[in-house]
């Protein structure tokens, strides 16, 4: 095993993290999509999926750096919300929570004079600025929509295409 003994516990603490926010996501979606908001839904569907992809991530580190993933099960997931800016809210919170897991991990690779963790854990750290600003430009939507949440369909919706279109340019 290339990786240290202490990051790897890290690392698998990190994967149900990431699997949580996986179906924790999901839960949001369901909330929105009982709303009769399906764009909201479908970003948070995709949201889901994208976490699962970040859990995927480190399974497959850890494999290939001879270390073993443990797949955890899921903690229990709140699934009722007040209202969108609540259950939006409540994303910001998980997303700012996973950045000081991630802020940790490397701070951890690093005391550990782990540097293929380290570089790894990169692409997290970069990740977490995206899904941050992500969910804090949609919450400040919502807030500004007020009790018309027609208008973040519709800014989702567009959201939604624009970032197709910047992966299709960036491919």
Do not use: C
């Amino acid at each position: 095993m290339i990786i240290k003994e202490k990051v790897v516990d890290a690392l698998n603490a990190q994967i149900v993290s990431e699997f949580a926010a996986a179906a924790q996501y999901t839960a949001i979606a369901v909330y929105f999509d009982d709303e009769g908001l399906p764009d909201l839904a479908s970003f948070f569907y995709r949201q889901s999926d994208e976490e699962r992809m970040h859990a995927m991530k480190f399974v497959h580190f850890m494999l290939e750096t001879g270390a073993k993933p443990i797949i955890p099960g899921i903690p229990a997931l709140r699934n009722e919300f007040d209202h969108a800016a609540d259950a939006v809210g409540f994303a910001l919170q998980q997303e700012l929570k996973v950045t000081d897991q991630i802020n940790n991990l490397v701070s951890l690779a690093v005391a550990e004079s782990d540097h293929t963790t380290n570089n790894f854990l990169q692409w997290f750290v970069t990740e977490q600025v995206e899904e941050v600003a992500t969910m804090t430009q949609l919450l400040q939507t919502i807030k500004h929509a007020g009790s018309n949440l027609l208008l973040v369909e519709d800014f989702v919706r567009r959201f939604a295409v624009h970032g197709a279109a910047a992966d299709e340019a960036g491919a």
